[in-house]
């Protein structure tokens, strides 16, 4: 009862803290009035990767089988679907939820905890839709029209809004099973190896992606920070129906973001 009452009122923080903030852009630079401060962070966060990031996840991909890394993408894979069923149903989306409930309920189980996609197979191969759904709490916080704020670059994490933080505030501390854990204990004993095992295993997914951003633009700040505007609004916008597995459009032309 008290884990759920604190879960409670750190919702309530959160939604309030993204009300206010999300109206904190000017209308001269709506999209990134922050650009000098985000800009250095950015700096930070490429050297940071240059220096630790790149070499670790190299280092992962080179020295780990390809089946080992495949299980543990499936595994993180299949903790992130209850992040996406919560939003889901948080939307209203049923359906997606059902969707997302019944591949975690099948992964989890006939797919050994999640270490085999059991769940996308059978979508593929029938025509039962269980395919991986794209939801978490910045897009819920979209659904019911509270505006993305200005654009951030976070320490470590890179692109985010003023929503989208608050997002990955809810989805970290409630709804994700292996990050929502409260004690000093479980901190150091389970949510910061699992964490970090995490974002090891997603930065070496997006090794393929470096020199296709180094070549893209001029200006490699512009390009990510359109490329993520462009794909949240999108996702927003087609009520979170894109895939997860859908690429990122990297066709410098085509990144527009509508007024």
Request: with cysteine; proline share 4%; aromatic share 8%.
């Amino acid at each position: 009862m008290f884990t759920c009452s604190l879960c409670f009122r750190k919702l309530l923080i959160l939604l309030a803290l993204g009300s206010v903030l999300s109206a904190c852009a000017t209308v001269d630079n709506r999209h990134d009035p922050l650009e000098s401060m985000n800009r250095a962070v950015f700096s930070f966060n490429e050297k940071l990767d240059e220096v630790v990031l790149e070499p670790v996840a190299r280092g992962y991909q080179r020295f780990i089988p390809s089946p080992v890394r495949m299980i543990v993408g499936n595994f993180f894979s299949n903790l992130d679907d209850v992040v996406v069923a919560a939003n889901s149903l948080l939307q209203l989306k049923f359906m997606d939820a059902m969707a997302s409930t019944t591949r975690i309920v099948i992964n989890t189980t006939f797919g050994m905890l999640g270490a085999i996609d059991l769940a996308s197979d059978i979508s593929q191969v029938s025509d039962i839709d269980i395919s991986k759904r794209n939801e978490d709490f910045g897009q819920t916080l979209g659904f019911y029209g509270i505006g993305s704020g200005p654009y951030l670059v976070l320490p470590i994490l890179g692109p985010s809004t003023v929503r989208d933080t608050v997002g990955i505030g809810v989805d970290s501390t409630i709804f994700h099973p292996a990050r929502a854990i409260y004690t000093s204990f479980d901190l150091l004993t389970v949510r910061l190896p699992v964490t970090t095992v995490e974002f090891i295993d997603r930065r070496e997914q997006l090794l393929d992606l470096d020199k296709t951003l180094e070549e893209a633009s001029l200006d490699k700040y512009e390009f990510v920070r359109d490329a993520y505007l462009q794909r949240r609004e999108s996702l927003i916008k087609n009520d979170g129906a894109a895939s997860e597995e859908e690429p990122v459009n990297f066709d410098e032309e085509e990144i527009i973001i509508d007024d």
